[in-house]
């Protein structure tokens, strides 16, 4: 059975990059089987998708919003067995719950997620 | 693309049954048979409770179930029990090669 746990810095200062990172046990981030997702969830708000990466190293992100689209970046390492975000310029807009998660290529639903870790942005 | 919309909250004594609604477009819901939803309970990660519109995941109460007619999925809870309480989401399959969450609903067990 899949596990993912995210790390990463809890704080960001505004205009700087984010950077998480999900490391991923009892399967690989090379398995044609899943798509390797971040989702968000501000404080007391919905849920947002981020983004995949697949097991061929192609990622896609939302067309739907061009100001999260263009600062987002999600690569992954193989050897090490994880996958990582990186979201640029942030504001206190991306102040959020981050989690990471598996989603079934065939049936596209969010599967396996991780225990989400929170990000403040902040001076 | 706009959030699929949700109520904000619904309610239901223990035993009873309650139903959310889960309402978008043809470009999502209404075009595609890959609606699923998920529970949280409050400090938690999302849990998958139905896939593909209708199916139960190994593990998950068949009290659960989901439907779709047109643009509006909806998720039933069947003999509601205390530990039901939590928001639920829905999320879709959004052209092209998107997706899209609701925007939670609140489920009470009074």
């Known amino acids: 059975q899949v596990q993912l746990q995210e790390s990463g810095p809890g704080l960001v200062k505004p205009s700087e990059t984010l950077s998480l990172t999900c490391i991923v046990s009892?399967?690989?981030?090379?398995?044609?089987?899943?798509?390797w997702t971040w989702i968000r969830q501000p404080p007391g708000k919905g849920l947002e998708w981020i983004g995949y990466?697949?097991?061929?190293?192609?990622?896609?992100?939302?067309s739907y919003t061009a100001s999260l689209k263009s600062r987002v970046t999600i690569v992954r390492d193989t050897s090490k067995n994880h996958f990582s975000l990186k979201l640029s310029s942030v504001t206190a807009a991306d102040t959020a719950v981050y989690y990471c998660?598996?989603?079934?290529?065939?049936?596209?639903?969010?599967?396996?997620w991780g225990q989400g870790t929170m990000v403040t942005v902040s001076s | 693309q706009s959030a699929l919309t949700q109520p904000p909250s619904a309610s239901g004594s223990p035993g009873q049954s309650v139903t959310i609604s889960c309402t978008g477009t043809?470009?999502?819901?209404?075009?595609?048979?890959?609606v699923s939803w998920y529970q949280q309970h409050p400090g938690k990660a999302p849990k998958l409770m139905i896939y593909?519109?209708?199916k139960r995941p190994s593990g998950v109460p068949d009290r659960f179930s989901g439907s779709k007619s047109g643009n509006t999925a909806s998720l039933t809870v069947s003999g509601l029990q205390a530990e039901d309480e939590a928001d639920y989401y829905c999320?879709?399959?959004?052209?092209?090669?998107?997706?899209?969450f609701g925007t939670g609903t609140k489920v009470t067990v009074l």
């Open positions: 043809s470009s999502d819901v209404g075009g595609y048979e890959y």
């Open positions: 009892g399967g690989s981030v090379s398995s044609a089987s899943y798509y």
């Open positions: 990466i697949y097991y061929t190293g192609g990622t896609n992100y939302p």
């Open positions: 593909e519109v209708s």
């Open positions: 998660a598996t989603m079934g290529q065939e049936r596209l639903s969010f599967d396996i």
């Open positions: 999320s879709s399959y959004a052209a092209i090669n998107n997706y899209v």
